[in-house]
């Protein structure tokens, strides 16, 4: 099955500065590159994904980019603000359809 | 147009009860999924669906778990009995058919007692 890692587990940031956060997965079948973003109490939220055709996309200021070779793709927000905090959780997917959660990072941004 | 609604939100049972959550999806999804999330972790799928058929459980533990989706819409998810350990929060998600963008619920959160 797929192994699926999330790093860091947590990142705190200061209101204003850049966030990363990587995923590698061990399914070289994966084709859908998603990230999802979880609020205290709700279910969690798709923000962004890529294909794997595509190597990086952009949504304002949030973008993903993928390294199919190395098996990792990666989530960015610039600018953060503090409603950027939140758990994040990557979950690559195959071909058929099985999404793979990772275990999640806590992002806290400081004002 | 509504999300994914999820009933009921909370649910405090004691051990050995049985338990039910019930999903509605996205209207037109055809795939259906239930996740399980203990705290401080992601969400682990139990079952998944596509119309009426469970393509995916090779997650939900059977002895104690049963789902359904009756008419491919719809779906419960039980638990007799319950244990300790089944606290958690019970998530539905649904998409389209070959498209990979899941839906949330926000969950039910159950805690055995």
């Known amino acids: 099955g797929e192994n699926v890692e999330q790093h860091p587990s947590t990142l705190s940031v200061q209101e204003g500065d850049s966030a990363v956060i990587k995923c590698t997965y061990s399914d070289s079948a994966s084709n859908y590159f998603p990230w999802y973003k979880q609020e205290l109490g709700k279910g969690p939220q798709l923000i962004i994904d890529?294909?794997?055709?595509?190597g990086e996309k952009k949504d304002q200021r949030i973008a993903v980019t993928l390294n199919k070779t190395a098996k990792h793709f990666s989530l960015h927000i610039t600018e953060t603000q503090p409603e950027d905090s939140a758990v994040y959780f990557c979950g690559p997917t195959d071909s058929w359809g099985k999404l793979q959660f990772g275990a999640g990072t806590q992002v806290v941004v400081t004002p | 147009e509504a999300g994914v609604v999820q009933s009921p939100r909370y649910k405090i049972i004691e051990k050995k009860q049985p338990v039910a959550f019930w999903c509605n999806p996205i209207?037109?999804?055809?795939?259906l999924y239930w996740y399980r999330q203990n705290l401080g972790q992601g969400p682990e799928l139990l079952i998944r669906y596509e119309n009426e058929e469970a393509v995916d459980d090779s997650q939900l533990p059977k002895d104690r778990f049963s789902a359904e989706r009756l008419k491919g819409v719809d779906s419960t998810l039980k638990i007799q009995p319950a244990e300790l350990g089944d606290s958690a929060v019970y998530l539905c998600?649904?998409?389209?058919?070959?498209?990979?963008?899941?839906?949330f619920g926000q969950g039910t959160r159950l805690t055995v007692v």
């Open positions: 890529i294909r794997s055709n595509v």
């Open positions: 998600a649904s998409s389209l058919i070959l498209r990979n963008e899941a839906f």
């Open positions: 209207s037109g999804h055809n795939t």
